[in-house]
Nanobody, 115 residues
Framework: QVRLVESGGGLVQPGGSLRLSCVASGIIFSIADMGWYRQAPGNQRVLGARITRGRITNYADSVKGRFTISRDNANNTQYLQMNSLKLEDTAVYYC?????????WGQGTQVTVSS
């Protein structure tokens, strides 16, 4: 059974930083592509950042230069380092892992940027 567990969300002031983690189990982590998506209230879920099994990364324009996605295959964990956070980064953040047969999602972690 595949399970994704996210952590690291919380309340932060504008300009602050957070690091999200997503630990996966029940999956061959090293060969999967994966990413972080976010969903603000009233909006659709959109891509924030993605990393392939070959560690090629791509980012939404809104987070480029501020967010960094990474992966630790030895510990089945992907990360999202978020710096210079803005009010508009407030959302529920979801990790996603893509396999040849289907995609898997985490339960989501709330990130709130507020002064």
């Amino acid at each position: 059974q595949v399970r994704l567990v996210e952590s690291g969300g919380g309340l932060v002031q504008p300009g602050g930083s957070l690091r999200l983690s997503c630990v996966a189990s029940g999956i061959i982590f090293s060969i999967a592509d994966m990413g972080w998506y976010r969903q603000a209230p009233g909006n659709q879920r959109v891509l924030g950042a993605r990393i392939t099994r070959g560690r090629i990364t791509n980012y939404a324009d809104s987070v480029k230069g501020r967010f960094t996605i990474s992966r630790d295959n030895a510990n089945n964990t992907q990360y999202l380092q978020m710096n210079s956070l803005k009010l508009e980064d407030t959302a529920v953040y979801y990790c996603k892992i893509e396999t040849a047969t289907r995609d898997y999602w985490g339960q989501g972690t709330q990130v709130t940027v507020s002064s």
